[in-house]
């Protein structure tokens, strides 16, 4: 007797991406909090930040 799968004529599909998108997801989201925030600081803090 046989495996129960069907045999497959091509390899399976690489499951790589969803953790490259999630990877991508958060990063975006971490640079658009950084970005309001930066938004929110007035411009003498930022002045004397970069001195």
């Known amino acids: 007797m046989k495996g129960l799968e069907p045999p497959r004529l091509s390899a399976p599909d690489p499951k790589s991406g969803a ?3 999630y990877a ?3 990063f975006l989201s971490a640079a658009n909090i950084v970005i309001f925030l930066i938004e929110k600081i007035p411009d ?7 001195r």
């Open 44 to 50: 003498k803090i930022i002045q004397k930040l970069f």
């Open 19 to 21: 953790a490259t998108n």
């Open 24 to 26: 991508t997801s958060a």
